[in-house]
């Protein structure tokens, strides 16, 4: 049985089919690429995965079980980022993660100040994150692909504003990810040179 099972998923938008009748599996130890035009449903789809919107037809299955009869097991074993990067811009970078660490029940006492040394942020732990750049903020976000252990991740073009040191590191985190055999839904408009096969799935612009 696969982990994940989308199955006749259909999604409509101002009276416009984005797509329809949409269906994939994904077993540990897999990633797959959205790709497809700008309109074409890829945010969308990313949203229906971890239930902030609901499919117009169609179900979404986590183990065998209908993502929205779990009780939250579902939202509780994902990690998702979004176009919205959930960071308080009047907190600081620490601050931040002590409360998405409060959020998602993990320890909210753990020493924060390595990770954000990895992450590139030394230094600038204590500033408030409306004081940092764009990539910045989208480094602190990405730090809850450190500190929670789940088996699904969905990202939304996560490497947009990031240099190239993080985008190097967090491919290294994404790959290490599928190596521990956690499974990735991401869109991205950069190639995927990752050393395991990519699954690519293609959405059309439809009128």
């Not at 993502?67 to 620490?94: M, P, W």
């Not at 100040?113 to 990405?142: C, D």
């Not at 590191?169 to 040179?193: E, F, P, V, W, Y």
Request: with cysteine; proline share 5%; charged share 20%.
């Amino acid at each position: 049985m696969s982990l994940l099972s989308v199955n006749n998923l259909s999604c409509i938008k101002r009276d416009r089919i984005l797509f329809e009748e949409l269906g994939f599996a994904m077993q540990p130890g897999e990633l797959l690429h959205v790709q497809g035009p700008n309109g074409a449903g890829k945010t969308s789809l990313l949203r229906l995965l971890v239930g902030l919107s609901l499919p117009d037809s169609g179900t979404i299955l986590w183990r065998g079980e209908d993502v929205r009869r779990t009780s939250g097991l579902y939202q509780s074993e994902l990690c998702y980022f979004g176009h919205k990067l959930g960071v308080n811009l009047a907190l600081s970078a620490i601050d931040n993660l002590r409360f998405w660490c409060r959020m998602q029940g993990l320890p909210a006492g753990q020493d924060l100040y390595p990770l954000l040394e990895i992450l590139g942020l030394v230094g600038l732990e204590e500033l408030p994150a409306g004081q940092l750049s764009a990539g910045q903020q989208r480094r602190i976000a990405l730090a809850r692909f450190w500190l929670k252990s789940c088996p699904l991740w969905v990202l939304d073009e996560p490497f947009t504003a990031l240099d190239r040191q993080a985008v190097k590191l967090l491919k290294s985190r994404l790959a290490a990810h599928l190596q521990n055999q956690g499974i990735i839904i991401m869109t991205s408009h950069q190639s995927l040179d990752f050393p395991m096969p990519v699954r690519e799935l293609h959405l059309e612009y439809r009128l």
